[in-house]
C-alpha cells in the first residue's frame, strides 16, 4: 500500500498548456478518441433509450490536465444523449460528470476550461433554438488510483477510460460479472 500511494505520488502528466504539456503532445490520444467516437455515442445511445435516468452519471478515467480530450468526449457523450432524449419526447436531464486522474495531476487547467465548456455544449445543442432546452451539468474532480474504488455502488451509468487500463495489471474484481 505504501509503494502504491508513492507511486500515485510521483506518476502525473506535465500540467498546464504549455508547448510540452499533456493538453499540447497529445496528438494519439486524440486519433484514438477519433476513431472510437461512433462506439461510444452508439453505447450511451443505447443505453439511454433502455434506461431512460433523469440523471446521467459519466466517468472519465484518466483525464490528466488535457481538457480536449477529456471535455471532448464528455461533450460527444451528452450531444448523443440529448439527440436520443428528443427523439423519444423526453425532457431535460442532469448530468454528472467525475473527472478521475491521480492525486497529483492538474485538475485545475480542465477546471479553468468548464466554463468554455458549458458554453461550448449550449451553444452545439440549442444552436439559435430557445425552445431547447439542456439540463444543468455539475462537474467534480475525483483524484485516486483507479486500483482501488472510485465511486459508491450503481452511481456510474457509463465510465470511460482510453488510455489508462493499460496500467491495470488484472481485471478488477467483479469486473467480469457485469
Not at 16 to 38: D, F, H, P, R, W
Not at 91 to 116: A, M
Request: net charge negative; charged share 25%.
Amino acid at each position: 500500500r505504501e509503494m502504491t500511494n508513492a507511486v500515485n505520488q510521483v506518476l502525473r502528466m506535465k500540467e498546464g498548456t504549455g508547448e510540452s504539456s499533456y493538453a499540447t503532445s497529445s496528438y494519439i490520444q486524440k486519433q484514438v478518441l477519433s476513431l472510437t467516437k461512433s462506439i461510444k455515442e452508439e453505447a450511451i445511445r443505447e443505453f439511454y433509450s433502455r434506461q431512460r435516468p433523469k440523471i446521467i452519471s459519466i466517468a472519465d478515467l484518466g483525464c490528466s490536465s488535457a481538457e480536449l480530450n477529456t471535455l471532448g468526449v464528455v461533450s460527444e457523450l451528452i450531444v448523443a444523449i440529448e439527440v436520443a432524449r428528443r427523439q423519444l419526447g423526453d425532457g431535460p436531464r442532469e448530468y454528472h460528470v467525475c473527472l478521475n486522474d491521480l492525486p497529483g495531476n492538474d485538475f485545475n487547467t480542465v477546471f479553468r476550461s468548464l466554463t468554455k465548456f458549458e458554453e461550448k455544449l449550449k451553444k452545439e445543442i440549442m444552436g439559435s433554438d430557445d425552445e431547447k432546452e439542456l439540463g444543468h451539468c455539475f462537474v467534480s474532480g475525483v483524484p485516486g488510483s483507479f486500483y482501488g474504488r472510485l465511486f459508491s455502488t450503481n452511481s456510474m451509468h457509463f465510465v470511460h477510460s482510453s488510455y489508462s487500463l493499460m496500467w491495470l495489471s488484472q481485471v478488477p474484481q467483479g469486473a467480469e460479472e457485469n
